[in-house]
Each structure stands twice: as C-alpha cells, then as structure tokens.
C-alpha cells in the first residue's frame, strides 16, 4: 500500500490517497481540496500515475474535509462515497456551513454507501475496518488495515491531541471514551494518519497525549 498526503485548503486538512499499487485501485480519504490548483493538484495526480480511483472514503463530513467532493465525483464519475449515515447532515448542510464561514463551495455529492462499525471498506485488495468513534462528530468512522498497521482517523486522534467536541453532534466523554477501548487498543506500531497534523503511532499517543 502507498499513502500520499496533501494538505489542502484553509484548515491545513489532510487529504490522504490510498493506493493498491498492484491493481492502481486507490481511494481518496477526505477530499478537502479547496482552491482549483489544489483540486487540479489531486486530479492530476491520479490521472498522471493512471490510478484507478474507485471511491471517496469519509473518516466525517466536516466541511475542510468535503471542499473538494464533488470536483472529485465529477472528474472520477460513478465512483462510491462512503461514509457513516449520521454524518449525512453535514452533507445536506454543507452549503449554508460554508456560508457561515464566509467561504462557498460546490455542493457534496450524497453518500452511496453507509458505513457502521465493524463493515469491511476495500481500497483495491487492501482491507480496512472501520470503526466508530463518535464525539468530535456522531458518525466519525476510523478506517485500519491490520496488515500495514495503518489507521486513518480523521479528527478523532492527533499527535499529542484529540478532536474538538463542542461542535453539532460532538461529546467529549465519549470521544475519550471510544478512543481508549477502540484505538489505544491497537499494536504498538500502527500508524496513525490524522485529519490534520503529523503522523503518529498508537504507542506515542497511548504513552504521551495529555488526555489519557
Ligand atoms: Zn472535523
Ligand atoms: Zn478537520
């Protein structure tokens, strides 16, 4: 598996590319692709190397991680969006979210597949499971492939932190909850790629983040 990152638009979100490198099957986790450039930077990037983009993969629908959705599902048509169906809110609002931020943006294509706790997501022949950890917003989905140690998490774990929890839909008690019996529970060395910020590992947060 091969993972590029880009950071993209106004909340230096992390946009990750999950790559099959034998079938070129890739998905992209979070499109948060803002700006033309950056979105033909995206674009370009699985056209140049002839990936074949299958799906859009939602760790949540938080507006800095769906800017770039429907560029994405327009220029890679018929692809699948995946995400947790309590996030679908954030994706019929997302227009007047935008607005409130004083920024516009294209409208996110809906989700075609739900995803729950437990569902198996297959970027190419790389399995990830996806679990659920609520609290920075009701429908955060983790995806882990056990096989390359690797967990995308979105906003739930970061590098020495944790996601906010007063937004719509968060709360803190189960946020810190679903990360201790969910993903501190991982080896060691399962890497963690966060929706903003550096990678980090399971054993680094389990041993230094402030809040456990
Ligand atoms: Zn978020
Ligand atoms: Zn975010």
Redesign the pocket.
Known sequence: MQIQTFVFNH?G?NTYLAIDEQTKECAVIDPGCFFDEEKQKLISYIQTNKYILTKIVFTHC?L??AFGARSIANAFPNIGIYAHKNESVFIDDAINQSLRFGITMEQPPKITNYVSDGDIVEIGSHKFVAIHVPGHSPGSICYYNAEYKVIFC??VLFAGSIGRSDLPGGNHDQLIEGITKKLLILPDDVTVYS??GPTTSILVERDTNPYF
């Open positions: 909340f979100q938080h800095d991680h979105g906003d929706g903003h």
